[in-house]
């Protein structure tokens, strides 16, 4: 089953968003997330472009998946 909550579209699949795909599709996120620091930290001349922007866009992805994770499971 594949998890829309870690798709890259501009606007998420609210429909296809279940309860049952957060945990998981956030523990991915993280995962992957953690991985992408790892290798940013071994950078061995690190810069702005190299370092903050990708920062940025790992902030970028956890603040969509869980804005579609809340946004999905209101009542």
Known sequence: MENPLLGHEPLPPFALIRPEHIEPGVRELL?????RIEQLAALEKPTFATVIEPLEELQH???RTWSRSATSTRC
């Open 31 to 35: 995962a992957r997330g953690r991985t």
């Open 61 to 63: 992805q956890v603040s």
